[in-house]
């Protein structure tokens, strides 16, 4: 079963995330508006994983050739994409329920937003992609702007203090961090090992 999850994680999240999306739809008709980022997030998501890692895919073979600087092997790649899961369910599904009453969360979900939408854009430099796309760059400059799209009406409609917009990115790093912690120990790596490679790669630029 768990190799089959190792395997088979991005089928196993997309089913699970257009799941809970359909039944949001038939049993949630009045959600609010935080609710209705949050599930159309959630579908961004999915489609952003599929082109980041399937078609046309290639975003992780980019980043083990340029910055990890080794080959991973297909089952330790695959398997990457289920904590790369968690850590989107937990973006979206805590907002969902919580973002009303508690602001950060849905704040966090958009920086989350905004910060993929960025990532993407540096990789073209710094993973040297030859062509001004690296994949899944498509669906995160749409969700760089539904990220930007929330953080402007909560903003207009003062649904946020300025704490939950000014913690809000903190909280997403140490989110983040802990997933890149959990991946970087999945295939025997070091933060310091990326920082050097990535020093390394700077410099001969």
């Known amino acids: 079963m768990m190799h089959f999850m190792k395997y088979y994680a991005l089928e196993v999240y997309t089913v699970i995330a257009l799941l809970l999306i359909v039944l949001v739809a038939i049993f ?58 968690v ?26 937003c905004i910060f993929e939408g960025c990532i993407h854009i540096v990789g073209i430099k710094l993973l040297r992609t030859g062509k001004p796309y690296t994949p899944g760059m498509v669906t995160a400059e749409i969700e760089q702007v539904t ?6 009406y909560m903003a207009m409609n003062h649904l946020a203090a300025w704490y939950d917009y000014t913690f809000a990115p903190f909280v997403f790093l140490a989110c983040f961090a802990l997933m890149q912690r959990s991946l970087m120990a999945m295939i025997g790596f070091h933060y310091s090992d990326i920082l050097a490679n990535m020093r390394k790669r700077l410099s001969k630029e």
């Open 28 to 85: 949630m008709p009045e959600l609010t508006v935080i609710q209705k980022y949050a599930v159309f997030m959630s579908f961004l998501f999915v489609l952003h994983e599929w082109e980041e890692g399937r078609y046309p895919g290639g975003f992780l073979d980019l980043i083990s050739a340029n910055i990890l600087q080794r080959k991973i092997d297909i089952e330790t790649m695959k398997a990457s994409r289920l904590i790369t899961a």
């Open 87 to 112: 850590f989107i369910f937990v973006m979206t599904i805590i907002p969902f329920f919580c973002g009303d009453s508690i602001p950060l969360f849905a704040v966090t979900m958009a920086v989350f």
């Open 147 to 152: 990220g930007v799209a929330l953080v402007v």
